[in-house]
Nanobody
Framework: QVQLVESGGGLVQAGGSLRLSCAASGSAFSANSMGWYRQAPGKQRDLVARITSGGSTNYADSVKGRFTISRDNAKNTVYLQMNSLKLEDTALYYC???????????????WGQGTQVTVYS
């Protein structure tokens, strides 16, 4: 079984920073792309940032220049450094990992439980 453990959410004043982490664990598990999504109350879950196993990244327009996604392949861990946080960044942030477990070649989708980020003025 593959588990995603998220950490790093919390309460922060506008303009501040937070760093989210998500570690994927499971025997013989290999992560392909890893990313973060967020969902505010009453809204749909949207992509924030994603990074491939090769290090290519893409970001939502609303976070470009403020958020940075990175990963440690040896640890199957993805990070989201969030700077210059705004009130509108308040949401439940979910880690998403697409990966496979040896010997299967099937790539499956895995989700974390979510970590709350609340930005106040």
């Amino acid at each position: 079984q593959v588990q995603l453990v998220e950490s790093g959410g919390g309460l922060v004043q506008a303009g501040g920073s937070l760093r989210l982490s998500c570690a994927a664990s499971g025997s013989a598990f290999s992560a392909n792309s890893m990313g973060w999504y967020r969902q505010a109350p009453g809204k749909q879950r949207d992509l924030v940032a994603r990074i491939t196993s090769g290090g290519s990244t893409n970001y939502a327009d609303s976070v470009k220049g403020r958020f940075t996604i990175s990963r440690d392949n040896a640890k199957n861990t993805v990070y989201l450094q969030m700077n210059s946080l705004k009130l509108e960044d308040t949401a439940l942030y979910y880690c998403n990992v697409k990966g496979k477990r040896w010997p299967s070649s099937t790539i499956s989708d895995y989700w974390g439980q979510g970590t709350q980020v609340t930005v106040y003025s």
